[in-house]
């Protein structure tokens, strides 16, 4: 799976768009991005994943560059309760057969 | 739908005990859950693939025969820390491929505090 660069730590002002980077430089064709965010003492939660396309969902948008080798994740609305790691993960489909590799993550926290 | 359940949200055990961590697929069958760790500060590193009917594979610098996994039936596995000791003291997450197959769902996780 291609490694991915993330900020350490980010904040955001309540009721603004959340912003996160991720870089992706050695992303392969046939790798996904997936974002899975994790709030403090639970399980990670899965957010959105994409190819190429842009995708958006009830929780967040995903913007792929053109190239592939970045990518943003922007929380439309943030509330205090986004307040977690962000974890930017690329992996090709194996029809989950291995588990995740995760990185650090983006530590955002929202600021009332 | 998808949900994994873990059991139990905290455990805290005495050295040397044996604590079991099950983690349940609630709506949807899963032949293959993973179990990870969690230091204070750190990322999740996985630990180990438990696959329904046949042995678990460990990463690497897991040791089977302390982490002991069973999978015995398409909506349970179980993770059971024998020995306990504090370096152990830890959080334990387990996770299943969403049915749909698109990405997967975890469980809330147990925290294990060996005394």
């Known amino acids: 799976d291609a490694k991915t660069t993330q900020p350490p730590s980010m904040d955001c002002a309540e009721g603004r768009a959340a912003n996160l980077p991720c870089n992706h430089s050695?992303?392969?064709?046939?790798?996904?991005v997936y974002w899975y965010r994790q709030i403090h003492s639970q399980g990670p939660q899965y957010i959105i994943h994409?190819?190429?396309n842009n995708e958006t969902n009830e929780m967040a948008s995903l913007i792929i560059t053109e190239d592939r080798k970045s990518s943003t994740l922007i929380l439309p609305h943030a509330t205090l309760r986004d307040t977690a790691v962000y974890y930017c993960i690329v992996r090709d489909e194996r029809g989950g057969a291995d588990g995740l590799t995760f990185g650090k993550g983006t530590h955002l926290i929202i600021q009332p | 739908g998808a949900v994994v359940s873990q059991h139990p949200s905290r455990v805290i055990c005495k050295s040397g005990t044996s604590v079991k961590i099950e983690c349940r697929s609630l709506?949807?069958?899963?032949?293959?859950m993973f179990w990870y760790r969690q230091f204070p500060k750190k990322s999740l590193m996985l630990m180990a693939t438990?696959?329904?009917?046949?042995?678990?594979?460990?990463e690497q610098g897991v040791e089977k025969d302390k982490f002991l996994i069973n999978h015995a039936s398409l909506t349970l596995s179980t993770l059971t820390v024998t020995s306990a000791h504090p370096e152990d003291s830890s959080f334990y997450i387990c996770?299943?491929?969403?049915?749909?197959?698109?990405?997967?769902?975890f469980g809330s996780g147990t925290r294990l505090t060996v005394v």
């Open positions: 438990s696959n329904e009917g046949s042995k678990a594979t460990y």
């Open positions: 050695t992303i392969s064709g046939n790798e996904y």
């Open positions: 996770s299943a491929p969403t049915p749909r197959g698109v990405g997967y769902t």
């Open positions: 994409g190819l190429k």
């Open positions: 709506d949807f069958q899963a032949t293959t």
